[in-house]
């Protein structure tokens, strides 16, 4: 019962709205929270019913602990909770490698995400930025359905001040928030599930790719992760907004990064906010002189690799953005300083806007070979195929993953189905098209705010919900709910 499933939408999400508005129609605001809790529980159990060991004692220990804390001020506590927190992370997250677990004894979906917000929670609580938490408030914090598996990661501030919602939702909202549901489901449904067919089928056939395929490989798990992990966080925000809550925007148009540093402000914000408040400025920031922040940069990132995954192809990943983050930090900090000696802080080269752009969506592409690459050898043999330099005609098998039955239907009215290159065709215009929606259109989150509600809304909102309602059955997993 994923947010792209009937029974989400036609029975689960309904009832839960329904009773939860009734009880705040009521007056019973405390109880509205507490039947939001319940639910939350529910949608896990039912969702991942072989997390809920790690779950429930996840909530036992760090409502235990956070009281502590609160009670008396000892450090002592915070250091127990995050040594408690990162040995269930590990425990639970890595296990299955390090114990050769494959019956799933120790999968618990979701974990990295309500593990970290619990090390946010125990860190405000020492920082006395919490001063007080009831049983309600901490258990709602800590399972709000929306945001539990694949965030965004939030802390304290972006739940408690809200309370108990807001005392109505009127139309307006609910039409938007629909739309962003629609929005975020179609970037699952549609885009990302179109782009992962063909990324396993690259993966899968590594010796035979080419030069053209490697890159088409490349670009397409770029985009199929994009898509996927955006998509649940659109949705999230929306399903959020209809229950009168608002949760933090995770991502911003990322591909339009213009360095690494701006990406790494773009992609997955909430994450970037937890290292940057949690672990970067403790460890002292850039406080302490380039080498010590350059360290400090390297730690960050390496704990992110980590984070995302048992591999040594993930500790790649976050070391490829760790060290371009350091390259970039050396090159801003000579720049500025040659600027200030000539007197001039605009001063300085700069690579053009589109060439910043397209630099470091490169890279980014680049890194995420790794991300994805099941080994080392993997990795790298795609790249290899890449610098082979050969451009055969393309695997029909590989063209046939973006074969969308609805486009195909389009294409077989306008009598195009009889071209000899009919298919490869529609893959390259998926492929372009797709570019140009992350580089050129605004975000799904800002479109979904600022635009004009009228007939051309609705009609595409219909066209999308017929569209996603149609692909469910075909749903794959989301590519976050494992980190």
């Known amino acids: 019962m994923s947010f792209n499933s009937f029974g989400f939408i036609l029975a689960f999400l309904p009832v839960t709205l329904f009773i939860y508005w009734m009880l705040r129609k ?5 109880l ?33 602990l956070c009281r ?19 040995l269930l992370l590990c425990i639970y997250k890595y296990g299955v490698v390090l114990f050769h677990d494959t019956a799933g004894i120790l999968s618990a979906p979701g974990i990295s995400f309500y593990t970290f917000c619990a090390i946010a929670l125990l860190a405000e609580c020492n920082a006395g930025t919490v001063r007080d938490l009831s049983v309600k408030e901490y258990t709602f914090l800590m399972t709000f ?7 965004p990661i939030t802390v304290p501030s972006d739940i408690l001040p809200q309370k108990e919602g807001k005392s109505g939702v009127d139309i307006e909202s609910v039409y938007r928030g629909v739309l962003l549901f629609l929005l975020g489901c179609f970037k699952k449904v549609i885009i990302a599930d179109t782009l992962g067919a063909a990324v396993d089928y690259g993966f899968s056939n590594l010796e035979a790719m080419h030069t053209g395929e490697a890159l088409i490989i490349m670009l397409s ?43 790494w402000k773009r992609w997955h914000m909430s994450l970037t906010r937890f290292l940057t408040r949690y672990i970067y400025i403790p460890l002292g920031g850039s406080r302490k002189g380039l080498t010590r922040t350059c360290i400090n940069v390297l730690i960050v990132f390496f704990i992110s690799g980590i984070w995302h995954g048992a591999g040594v192809t993930f500790i790649i990943w976050g070391m490829m953005h760790g060290v371009m983050m350091v390259i970039y930090r050396l090159y801003s900090t000579r720049r500025k300083a040659r600027a200030a000696e000539d007197g001039d802080e605009k001063k300085g080269s700069r690579l053009s806007g589109a060439l910043s752009v397209a630099l470091t969506f490169i890279y980014v592409n680049a890194a995420w070979v790794f991300f994805r690459a099941p080994r080392i050898k993997d990795a790298l043999s795609l790249f290899e195929s890449m610098a082979d330099v050969w451009f ?92």
């Open 26 to 30: 009521k007056g019973q605001n405390g």
């Open 32 to 64: 509205s929270v507490w039947f939001l809790v319940l639910a939350s529980v529910f949608f896990y159990c039912v969702n991942y019913p072989v997390g809920i060991v790690p779950f429930a004692l996840s909530l036992i220990v760090n409502w235990l």
């Open 68 to 86: 502590k804390i609160l009670l008396t001020g000892k450090k002592g506590f915070l250091i127990t909770g995050v040594v408690f927190n990162v």
């Open 145 to 151: 359905f929306p945001k539990i598996t694949q965030g």
């Open 221 to 263: 798990y770029t985009l199929q992760l994009y898509f996927d992990f955006s998509g649940y966080c659109d949705m999230a925000m929306a399903v959020a907004s209809f229950f009168g809550f608002e949760l933090p925007l995770n991502f911003d148009s990322p591909y339009k990064a213009r360095n690494i540093a701006d990406f």
């Open 392 to 483: 055969p005609r393309f695997n029909y098998g590989l063209a046939k993953c973006f074969n969308i039955e609805e486009l195909w239907y389009v294409i077989k009215i306008l009598n195009l189905d009889g071209w000899n290159n009919s298919i490869y065709i529609l893959m390259f215009v998926i492929l372009i098209a797709l570019v140009a929606l992350v580089m050129a259109a605004p975000s799904a989150a800002e479109f979904s705010k600022n635009c004009r509600i009228g007939i051309v809304t609705t009609v595409l909102m219909i066209v999308l919900a017929v569209w996603c309602l149609l692909s469910f059955e075909g749903v794959a997993t989301y590519l976050y709910v494992n980190f």
